[in-house]
């Protein structure tokens, strides 16, 4: 624990003072290259597992098949190009999910595309899925083994092309089949409010042919479907209908919000000028929202990964009492520092005994 304090005191005090004062896509560009660099080798890995990770039997599940060392997982968006899976599950994640990868290479949008909301406690993200593309990123990816679950998530390339419906799907379809023998499961991204387009395929009727087009692609792997958090539960049933006639295994909720009128967000923080959805505390209450809804009309039929405003032990619980069997975060490791993850684990740990839990299966949806 001491070794704990003094990293968060560290990242609060010294690292974070310095990041935020520069551009947020630089740092996080060289700050994926430091962990790229720091992946490569046995030593490398070892030292920040020994200063990071944390392991407790209380946190591990076996879900769909895959076996996953602790409930907490890099969302999308963060490790675009599949650069940091060798370093990621020595942070102490139990499992993450690379990309969004489109079916071509996507430059994405102009920048600026990412700005910080500090008394908010989110991030505007304007990115527009930039990523090497669905070939590049697979070659990278074929011929590596993983220390932890992957996720591959696809979506459609940001192009004005894309827009036109059957183009659109075969683009989905070019990148769901570059990855269909690479990762642990799939997640079909419909829910990324900066591209072309915008969301066509949470209309129930688009969704329904993206899926049978899918479904043709031979593939072992389970198939997550990303939801878009600006949803009403009548929207969410009808999607959860047509998930039920597919090969859907589970859905992620979810993604970034739009909304900029929520009373989590500072108004003097944001601006005009900043563009795209907004990630991290404002989703909090909007995904939660949505998770007990999905897990009260579902049940277990569905896998549930609970998404969006994690910043703490006591978050992540919240989404796993609430249906999540799985967390993903982002933004709170950019707030609070990479010793969130054993920090939040750590935690878990104590809640679950609190409730008198052994193990984190038994607490997901008692709330």
């Known amino acids: 624990m001491f070794a704990t304090s003094t990293q968060r005191w560290f990242y609060r005090h010294v690292a974070k003072q310095i990041f935020f004062r520069m551009d947020p896509e630089r740092v996080h560009d060289t700050m994926t290259r430091f962990g790229n660099a720091l992946g490569r080798t046995s030593f490398t890995r070892g030292a920040v597992r020994f200063l990071f990770c944390f392991e407790h039997p209380a946190l591990v599940q076996t879900i769909l098949g895959i ?5 907490i997982g890099l969302t999308a968006g963060f490790d675009k190009n599949a650069q940091l899976t060798r370093i990621i599950p020595a942070v102490g994640f139990g499992f993450a999910e690379v990309g969004s990868v489109t079916g071509e290479p996507c430059v994405g949008n102009p920048k600026p595309r990412l700005w910080r909301l500090p ?3 989110g991030l505007v993200v304007w990115y527009g899925l930039k990523n090497d593309g669905c070939e590049s990123i ?3 990816l074929s011929d590596k083994k993983f220390d932890m679950p992957l996720g591959i998530s696809v979506g459609q390339t940001n192009v004005p092309s894309t827009v036109d419906m059957d183009t659109g799907i075969a683009d989905y379809a070019k990148a769901f089949r ?6 642990d499961y799939t997640t079909i991204n419909i829910s990324c409010p900066n591209i072309y387009g915008g969301e066509p395929f949470v209309d129930p009727e688009r969704l329904d042919r993206l899926l049978d087009v899918l479904d043709t692609i031979a593939t072992s792997k389970p198939t997550f479907l990303k939801l878009p958090v600006d949803i009403s ?6 999607i959860v209908g047509v998930s039920d006639m597919h090969r859907v295994h589970g859905l992620i909720v979810s993604n970034l919000t739009k909304k900029r009128d929520r009373h989590t967000i500072v108004a003097q923080e ?3 000028d900043m563009k795209g959805g907004i990630s991290g505390r404002p989703t909090f209450d909007l995904s939660n929202g949505l998770i007990s809804h999905l897990y009260r009309t579902v049940g277990a039929r569905y896998v549930i990964i609970g998404s969006g405003g994690v910043f703490s032990a006591q978050d992540a619980y919240e989404k796993i009492r609430r249906g999540a069997s799985l967390v993903q975060l982002a933004t709170g490791m950019i707030f609070e520092g990479p010793q969130l993850i054993g920090e939040i684990n750590r935690g878990l740990v104590r809640l679950l005994e609190q409730d008198g839990y052994q193990n984190i299966r038994e607490a997901i949806g008692s709330l």
């Open 119 to 121: 008394k908010s406690k």
């Open 138 to 140: 697979a070659k990278r």
């Open 178 to 183: 570059a990855f269909a023998r690479i990762g």
């Open 233 to 238: 539960k009548d929207e969410l049933d009808a």
């Open 67 to 71: 076996s996953f060392s602790n409930p």
């Open 270 to 272: 944001i601006r005009d």
